[in-house]
């Protein structure tokens, strides 16, 4: 099975603060994705990546920015963290090539609360 | 641009019955998938059911189906005999073409129905 590991469940974190957000995959996948989830809106997504080194804005980038070193590894980061970035953040992944093998494999999710 | 509907915030149904669930999206593709995608509480979001565009029949998995109807941008999903399990947020998404020659497909999703499945 897909297996797509958010570091943290739950993290507080202060006005301003540096934030990482961490998500590892174990399938070898060449697409990684960062969605938030908010209440009424759905998933919006704030950036992906499909390969090493290679990232592109999503829908609503402002504030984030993102980093992908490793394959398997992709970071986001809030560089000044803010009170309405207080949300559920999920990262994803899934392999490359046609629109049929596109399935998008979902971690459990990191609710941020920005105080 | 693509957008999804889901038009029905929350949805109650009994245990053994059917529901259905509503999405309709906006595209000018002819070329798509669309998904159904289950978000169980404090749980990880799963892909319950997906249709190609160009497929005309209904795709079924087990207790789920789909009626796509692609002339009128709709795609509904349907759960038979309900369980309790199946209390989760259900998600439509829309994926659109590759992009940068097939290396990804970026999902659309829908603002969720909230479904509970009472006893």
């Known amino acids: 099975d897909v297996k797509v590991t958010q570091s943290s469940r739950y993290l507080v974190k202060r006005t301003g603060e540096k934030v990482f957000l961490e998500c590892v995959q174990d399938m070898d996948h060449e697409n990684m994705f960062w969605y938030r989830q908010d209440p009424g809106l759905g998933l919006r997504l704030i950036y992906f990546?499909?390969?090493?080194?290679?990232?592109e804005k999503g829908d609503i980038p402002e504030g984030y920015s993102v980093s992908r070193e490793k394959k398997e590894r992709f970071s986001l980061i809030l560089e000044s963290a803010s009170t309405n970035q207080t949300s559920m953040y999920l990262c994803?992944?899934?392999?490359?090539?046609?629109?049929?093998?596109?399935?998008?494999?979902f971690g459990a999710g990191t609710r941020l609360s920005v105080l | 641009a693509q957008t999804v509907t889901q038009s029905q915030p929350e949805m109650s149904v009994q245990e053994a019955e059917t529901v259905t669930l509503s999405c309709t999206y906006d595209t000018s593709e002819n070329n798509y998938y669309l998904f159904w995608y289950k978000q169980p509480p404090s749980r990880q979001m799963i892909l319950v059911i997906r249709q190609e565009a160009y497929k005309q029949q209904n795709a079924t998995e087990n207790r789920f189906s789909v009626n796509f109807q692609k002339a009128a941008k709709s795609f509904s999903l349907k759960i038979s005999d309900s369980q309790l399990g199946d209390t989760a947020m259900y998600f439509c998404?829309?994926?659109?073409?590759?992009?940068?020659?097939?290396?990804?497909?970026?999902?659309?999703f829908g603002t969720g129905t909230l479904l509970a499945v009472q006893p």
């Open positions: 998404a829309f994926a659109t073409n590759p992009f940068y020659g097939g290396a990804t497909n970026k999902l659309i």
């Open positions: 994803a992944s899934s392999s490359g090539g046609s629109l049929a093998k596109n399935i998008q494999y």
């Open positions: 990546s499909y390969d090493v080194k290679m990232k």
